[in-house]
């Protein structure tokens, strides 16, 4: 059931963007090893997701791999996407029990044919979700970007787009989340304050939450808190306090726009 502060709300949170960062320093400060931290954040999406679930979110996109993470370890690398195929294998079926859509966003030309016939199977099983677990996985920003704007040049030299028909709107359709609303909160974990190359068109005004925690100690109660301060802050959109919805002065009463 969606939180009443949720529901009365003139901007209800719909959408959570996630950070997950902090498993190799998790794993490190316990002396294990960063695939065990890994393994620890993975454990951690379905409490994430219940919670989200019952405040009323629709999509939750976390920040699984970017495109900069190639350049990590090759054994941390191969160990992630060991991780990756093995998530898709083992929740596929418990995700559509529990409504949810999976989809996979990124950069899939890197993966071996096994991963990527893993992610059709996975999004085909979930494809009647009503809540929606997007997964960036090589994804970059910059890169979401560029790939759009190639397919909107394509558009014109074939002729089926004119270029003085392009606006954010054409832009949003190529992206790759296109057909899901822009993040409304974006959580980064580990006390990092930067977005690294995420989201980076989608965010525009996306409201930004740093955890001091590792991801794999984000529980339940974390996400409650930074929900809480979602819903204590006023969203403006690039208007002023004192002007409300279709530009009308509140007379001192702060308008929640």
């Known amino acids: 059931m969606a939180d009443s502060h949720s529901q009365s709300s003139a901007h209800p949170l719909r959408h959570v963007a996630i950070i997950m960062d902090g498993n190799n320093r998790w ?33 939750v996109t976390l920040f699984a791999f970017s495109s900069e993470n190639w350049k990590r370890p090759e054994l941390e690398v191969r160990g992630l996407m060991s991780l990756f195929s093995s998530y898709l294998k083992k929740e596929a079926k418990a995700l559509r029990d529990d409504g949810v859509r999976l989809k996979v966003i ?36 910059r890169w ?23 606006d954010e709107s054409t832009v949003d359709k190529f992206l790759q989340t296109s057909g899901i609303a822009d993040p409304d909160l974006c959580i980064r974990t580990a006390g990092e304050q930067r977005i690294s190359n995420f989201l980076l068109w989608q965010m525009a005004y996306t409201e930004l939450y740093f955890a001091d925690c590792y991801w ?9 808190t930074a929900i809480d301060e979602y819903y204590s802050r006023q969203r403006r959109f690039g208007l002023r306090d004192d002007i409300g919805v279709g530009g009308i002065a509140t007379d001192g009463e702060v308008a929640r726009v």
Not at 108 to 131: M, N, P, V, Y
Not at 216 to 224: E, G, I, S, T
């Open 27 to 59: 794993a490190k400060q316990r002396g294990l090893s960063g695939v065990v931290g890994h393994e620890a954040g993975v454990e951690r999406i379905r409490d994430i997701l219940r919670v989200a679930k019952q405040r009323g979110v629709e999509v």
């Open 106 to 141: 990124g950069n899939r030309s890197h993966f071996s044919d096994r991963l990527k016939r893993l992610i059709a199977d996975a999004e085909s099983i979930t494809a009647s979700g009503q809540f929606t677990l997007a997964l960036c996985v090589d994804y970059g920003g």
């Open 144 to 166: 979401d970007i560029a790939n759009a704007t190639q397919k909107i040049a394509s558009e014109v030299q074939m002729g089926r787009l004119r270029a003085c028909d392009i």
């Open 216 to 224: 794999p100690d984000f529980d339940p109660a974390a996400l409650n």
